[in-house]
């Protein structure tokens, strides 16, 4: 018995399967609607009382091993690229760069914290941060 074309994709039509025309269709409508609901959590506005800083360098004020450094630098630097390029303070070291191997870690208040992975405007105000090679005897 030789069949005709589309013939095949009818007999499941007919039977409540779904067609594969139909199951891409049904597809593409779900994936639309997530990448819709993403891009939705991404555009939200900034709460009106957020303050936006940068891009441009601004100032940060830095108490270091109890010491306090007033410098300049763009809100992106992370704290260890303060302590090590713009203030020389070379104890805590870049290895990884990820937040995984612990080898920038530096304290502060008493808390030991990758400073690869924190902004250095995030550590401004934040007590004292200690560096290791402070932390040697
Ligand atoms: S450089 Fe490895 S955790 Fe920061």
Known sequence: MKRKKGEGSKNLEKKGALSRRDFLRAGATVSGGLLA????????????????????????????????????????????????????????????????????????????????SVLAIEAQGRGNTLTRSSTHL
């Open 37 to 116: 609901g993403q891009a939705h959590a991404v555009a939200r506005p900034a709460a009106p009382d957020t303050q936006v800083v940068g891009p441009g360098e601004v100032s940060v004020s830095l108490r270091i091993n109890g010491k306090s450094n007033d410098i300049q630098l763009e809100p992106r630097v992370t704290l260890l690229d303060a302590l090590r390029n713009r203030l020389d303070i070379t104890g805590a070291k870049r290895v990884c760069d990820r937040g995984t191997c612990g080898a920038c870690t530096v304290m502060i208040d008493g808390n030991p914290v990758y400073s690869c």
